[in-house]
């Protein structure tokens, strides 16, 4: 039978969301910056936070995987009464993120770099490639190994990046589809970046956005498939160029400043941030047809509260939210959310295979669910420490050369250097 708006609605987004936009850097000193109410502030009024390592970004991170968890282990009942779909949050947590920092290191390292752009571009690109493709070809592999049929017949799609058109062209839905749009976005950003004069710097980026929006207006008017578009880059363009935008906006002086954010400006974005949750809240509670509003305002929303969730995580959280944002488990779970990411929905199809079953049985969904869990942890924790940590110290080879004295670069301190 064929789905109603709604249920396409719930295929699209409150079940098929899952991504990592982004994995996770190295976790260096926590930040020393005073504490606040909410939010630590610099130690003087004004002053620029630089492209030095934001450890509550982390946590932001974990706290991404863990909604995608939640949503693809937690059964029929938590997907019918979470209302705004923790994996669709999770997706967009983690492209929002991902905008931000890279657009922003980039940034860094493009203008202050007098080696030329083709320099910039190697570096960036074997950067992001040590990150992401060690762990993700390696998945494949095992996968395709363990004859677990998306991979065998549709491997190719995988490993080419190109996962999100596979699901167009009528193939099966995997996770990799995030992983393909932000590759694809990150193929582009680059030279787009490089092409703009640095004055028109904010209104490219804001025409990210702009795109994104008209581009889910035309989809809906052109009838395109929810979950084809959903999985689209243009249908995740506003969630990252959002990111991107706060990333220029916080690019000042050759580095990442936050210092704007504060005083009457920074309780603007929160009360936008506030007004797009509650928004979402009364379009699925109001409304027994919520396709159409929520279709067009979901992504905006969620770009404008985790915008201003991960400009306030950069300038780091105090008390009990910085407590928990600082504790090891947290910060951990983040480092290794990536391989969670990749991994975590192919657990469940290993436990039910015969040769796993003539074992342990036939278990009730609750146990497969929480074995799924363990080894969603586990086993990204061996890829850490075995894979991903070895070759990440290779990316010190492709750093920023022949950078300005001066610059945060170049005075020793530790920076963030691409995060996944």
Same mark, same amino acid.
């Given at each position: $039978?064929?789905?109603?708006?709604?249920?396409? @609605?719930?295929?699209?987004?409150?079940?098929?969301?899952?991504?990592?936009?982004?994995?996770?850097?190295?976790v260096?000193?926590?930040?020393?910056?005073?504490?606040?109410?909410?939010?630590?502030?610099?130690?003087?009024?004004?002053?620029?936070?630089?492209?030095?390592?934001?450890p509550?970004?982390?946590?932001?991170?974990?706290?991404?995987?863990? +909604?995608?968890?939640?949503e693809?282990?937690?059964?029929?009942?938590?997907?019918?009464?979470?209302?705004?779909?923790?994996?669709?949050?999770?997706?967009?947590l983690?492209f929002v993120?991902?905008?931000? +920092?890279?657009?922003?290191?980039?940034?860094?390292?493009?203008?202050?770099?007098?080696?030329?752009?083709?320099?910039?571009?190697v570096?960036?690109?074997?950067r992001?490639?040590?990150?992401?493709?060690?762990?993700?070809?390696?998945?494949?592999?095992? %996968?395709?190994?363990?004859?677990?049929?998306?991979?065998?017949?549709f @491997?190719?799609?995988?490993?080419? &990046? +190109? #996962?999100?058109?596979?699901?167009?062209?009528?193939g099966p839905?995997?996770?990799?589809? #995030?992983l393909?749009v932000?590759?694809?976005?990150y193929? %582009?950003?680059p030279?787009?970046?490089?092409?703009?004069?640095?004055?028109?710097? %904010? +209104?490219?980026?804001?025409?990210?956005?702009?795109?994104?929006f008209?581009?889910?207006?035309?989809?809906l008017?052109?009838?395109?498939?929810p979950?084809?578009?959903?999985?689209?880059?243009?249908?995740?363009?506003?969630?990252?160029?959002?990111?991107?935008?706060?990333?220029?906006? #916080?690019?000042?002086n050759?580095?990442?400043?936050?210092?704007w954010?504060?005083?009457p400006?920074?309780?603007?974005l929160?009360?936008?941030?506030?007004?797009?949750?509650?928004l979402?809240?009364v379009?699925f509670?109001g409304?027994?047809h919520?396709?159409v509003?929520?279709?067009?305002?979901?992504?905006l929303?969620?770009?404008i509260?985790?915008? @201003?969730?991960?400009?306030?995580?950069a300038?780091g959280?105090?008390?009990?939210?910085?407590?928990?944002?600082?504790?090891?488990?947290v910060?951990?779970?983040?480092?290794?959310?990536?391989?969670?990411?990749v991994?975590?929905?192919?657990?469940?199809p290993?436990? @039910? $295979?015969?040769?796993?079953?003539?074992?342990?049985?036939?278990?009730?969904?609750?146990?497969?669910?929480?074995?799924a869990l363990?080894?969603?942890? %586990?086993?990204?924790s061996?890829?850490?420490?075995?894979?991903?940590r070895?070759?990440?110290?290779?990316?010190? &080879?492709f750093?920023?050369t022949?950078?300005?004295?001066?610059?945060?670069?170049?005075?020793?301190?530790?920076? $963030?250097?691409?995060?996944?």
């Amino acid at each position: $039978m064929a789905k109603t708006p709604r249920a396409a @609605w719930d295929a699209a987004i409150l079940r098929q969301h899952v991504s990592v936009g982004d994995a996770v850097s190295k976790v260096m000193r926590p930040s020393i910056l005073p504490n606040a109410r909410l939010l630590r502030r610099p130690a003087s009024a004004g002053a620029p936070v630089s492209t030095s390592y934001m450890p509550h970004l982390d946590s932001l991170r974990a706290l991404a995987i863990s +909604l995608v968890l939640v949503e693809h282990f937690g059964g029929p009942l938590v997907r019918a009464y979470l209302p705004l779909s923790a994996g669709a949050l999770g997706v967009d947590l983690f492209f929002v993120l991902s905008g931000f +920092l890279i657009s922003g290191i980039f940034l860094a390292e493009f203008d202050a770099c007098e080696s030329g752009a083709g320099a910039v571009l190697v570096n960036f690109y074997t950067r992001r490639a040590l990150r992401l493709v060690p762990v993700f070809y390696v998945t494949v592999a095992a %996968l395709y190994a363990l004859n677990i049929a998306q991979m065998r017949e549709f @491997w190719a799609w995988h490993v080419l &990046y +190109l #996962s999100n058109f596979l699901i167009a062209a009528g193939g099966p839905l995997t996770v990799f589809w #995030s992983l393909s749009v932000e590759e694809q976005f990150y193929l %582009l950003l680059p030279f787009v970046i490089i092409l703009t004069p640095k004055r028109y710097r %904010l +209104l490219v980026a804001a025409s990210i956005i702009f795109f994104g929006f008209m581009s889910r207006i035309l989809a809906l008017w052109l009838g395109i498939n929810p979950v084809s578009f959903e999985a689209s880059l243009p249908g995740n363009l506003e969630v990252l160029g959002t990111g991107v935008l706060l990333g220029v906006y #916080s690019h000042r002086n050759g580095k990442r400043d936050l210092g704007w954010f504060q005083g009457p400006l920074a309780r603007v974005l929160g009360a936008a941030a506030a007004i797009s949750f509650a928004l979402q809240l009364v379009i699925f509670y109001g409304s027994a047809h919520v396709f159409v509003p929520r279709y067009l305002t979901f992504r905006l929303s969620a770009a404008i509260f985790f915008g @201003w969730l991960v400009l306030s995580a950069a300038r780091g959280f105090s008390g009990l939210l910085g407590a928990v944002a600082d504790h090891p488990a947290v910060r951990y779970t983040g480092r290794i959310s990536y391989g969670i990411y990749v991994m975590h929905t192919f657990f469940p199809p290993l436990i @039910w $295979m015969p040769e796993v079953k003539q074992f342990t049985g036939d278990l009730p969904r609750p146990a497969v669910a929480v074995a799924a869990l363990l080894l969603s942890w %586990l086993v990204p924790s061996i890829s850490w420490y075995a894979l991903e940590r070895p070759v990440l110290g290779l990316r010190r &080879y492709f750093r920023g050369t022949r950078i300005r004295k001066g610059d945060s670069l170049s005075r020793g301190k530790k920076v $963030m250097v691409d995060p996944p």
